[in-house]
């Protein structure tokens, strides 16, 4: 018997008529080499919360899998090939038509391997889930607070994993060497030419020479399918790895504190559930990609330098960089014989400024707070209005900027002009964020006074009755005690101040630059008017246990409750 399991395994010796069985002395075996009892012991048993909300992060995992599980079935038959053949094959259109062999293989699993074009198409609709999956995760983690101490090292690897999702997608769908994946390229090596100085000896390196080049495919093959996929399955790993040790977040309740968890243990309820909604995702994938046809690369036909498809358009995690060059203005600065493409340079640099700034916000909001404590509550959207307030902001650019990377499309669609939508953006990348964050943090305010109205009054019932004096008044229905402290548990931080410049002598103080620039960030996320006073425990007893109604109308109503 292994020493971490005797105790137990003594115990059943004594109560066992025979001897152990081959799995149980296997087991035995493991145990006392591997230590996997104790190791099972600790974590089979954990306990995670539930709420709808967390399936967002498995969904990202069980499409992840799909996507590595359909993306080796398809390496298995694609060929990452420049070199030009002329096609003879199964669909009929494109006979004798010239193309690079990646295309002519991608043609052949679409046509001619068995279950190939099914299991293209639910490799793509499952990289657009899981992106998309992935920033709706993120966002609720942003809209709730979970990445805050001690998670904002998780927060850098979601984040990090949605980005190298972006750069994946982008070397995925340019493999095939069809007309629009063609486009995309030209459009990133465009970029790539924008840049000062270095610009064109990267676009060379990468490109193998002049555009298009002919080690672009091989080249971005090993990236697509060993390079990104292997540090993403180390960055997955690694984020289960810090759920498991910091516990997951739960929504404020009853019995719920910084410090336990309530829900359901790992096994066997959770890995049930979890198994279960991998099998919902995986034939909600299949069932979409049987039904719905998904970059069909024989319709547009193999890519040429000369030609460009109508409505060339990248996959809708992309149209954000590419509303970004769009829209903006085609300035040009020409200086000791070099052109300085600022229309390309500028919006091909903001859009990692960008991305960085949702990196790095955790620690701002850190920085701004000074707050070391733990928090395992999730705090509700409305309760942090100028969070939540700026992320919807940045939701408002992302789909203004995705309106702008279709222009063309968007004109066609509804008969307009394409200046006039060009022109819409432009104005709409700086209205629009500001006038969406001005709103969101209105609306969470408005939600915040309902929310101690409740709790002050109790919930409103329809029914109105007649005082004997005459007076009519609405009855109300008193909160049970889990839902007031639903409403009432989230605190709400006093803004940092630097206090007076001078002291009690009249000297001057030395107040650093940084102190500065925190209490002024402090004062804009937490002061004045950023927040509703949450009702006390004072107010409320003294609402419920007085005689009369010398409240008000609906005081006195809440009384006789």
Known sequence: MGEGSGGVLGQDDRTRSGPPGKGERVADWADGRLGLYALAKANMRKVFPDHWSFMLGEI?????????LTGVYLTLFFEPSSAEVVYHGSYTPLNGVRMTRAYESTLDISFEVRGGLLIRQIHHWAALVFVAAMLVHMMRVFFTGAFRTPRELNWLFGWTLLFLGVITGLTGYSLPDDLLSGT????????????????????????????????????LYPIHILLLPGIMLGLVVAHLILVFHHKHTQFAGPGRTEKN????????VYIAKAGGFFFLVFGVLSIVA??????PVWALGPYRPDHVSTGAQPDWYLGFSEGLIRVMPSWEIDAWGHTLALGVFIPFTLFPLIMAAIAVYPFIEAWVTKDTREHHIAQRPRNAPTRTGLGVAWLTLYFVLLIGGGNDVVATSFHLSINAITWFVRIAVFAGPALAFVITRRICLGLQRRDGEKALHGRESGTVKRLPHGEFVEVHTPLSQAELHTLTAHEQPAPYEIGPEVDAHGVRRRIKRSDRLRARLSKAMYGPGTHVPKPTAEEYRAL??????????????????
Do not use: K
């Open 290 to 295: 049987a039904t719905f046809s998904i970059n």
């Open 60 to 68: 990202c995992l069980y499409s992840f899998l799909i996507i590595i």
């Open 544 to 561: 419920h246990g007085g005689h009369g109604h010398g409240e008000g109308g609906r005081g006195g109503d809440v009384q006789r409750h």
């Open 184 to 219: 995309g390229l030209r459009f990133a090596h465009g970029a790539i030419l924008s840049i000062p100085v270095v610009g064109t000896y990267l676009a060379f390196f990468l490109f193998g020479g002049e555009f298009p080049g002919v080690d672009i495919i091989a080249r």
């Open 261 to 268: 968890v309530v829900g359901a243990p790992f096994l066997p």
